[in-house]
């Protein structure tokens, strides 16, 4: 996710909050209707300055638009590493499954291992 998609994001996430339709948002923040629906599905790159206008409207500054995308774009990098590592395990799993006699251990191939079991404590 990029810097572009997340501040879209947390635009849209404002708006919600504040229970204004696009329409809404538009008229009161001067950046025109069609503009903000582009921004809003990331076919347009978000200016600074229209940043500001919608900060305007939901009364907050712009640097904290720009502070919950920065935490959209931590959430999907932590989703994404955990689908790789959860894809690396099923890969291993896999792979085990697959070729058993590549990944035996020595315990299970030692022909004494049977009688240690057996073996009393003392």
């Known amino acids: ?8 994001k947390a635009i849209a ?11 809404e948002l538009s008229e ?5 209707e ?11 790159d978000i200016k600074v300055t229209q940043i500001a206008q919608l900060a305007e409207v939901f009364g907050i ?12 774009i931590a959430r999907a990098a932590r989703n994404e590493a955990r689908e ?9 799993i896999d792979r085990i499954a697959a070729h058993p006699e590549d990944y035996d251990v020595a315990a299970n191939r030692d022909p004494n291992a049977r009688l240690e079991a057996e073996t009393p404590d003392d």
């Open 13 to 23: 996430a404002e708006r919600s909050a504040a229970g204004l339709t696009i329409k």
């Open 1 to 8: 996710m990029d810097i572009n998609e997340a501040t879209a």
């Open 28 to 32: 009161k923040s001067g950046v025109p």
């Open 61 to 72: 500054n712009p640097h904290e638009l720009i502070e919950e995308a920065e935490k959209f």
């Open 34 to 44: 069609r503009t903000l629906i582009r921004m809003l599905k990331n076919e347009r």
């Open 84 to 92: 790789r590592e959860s894809q690396i395990t099923d890969d291993l």
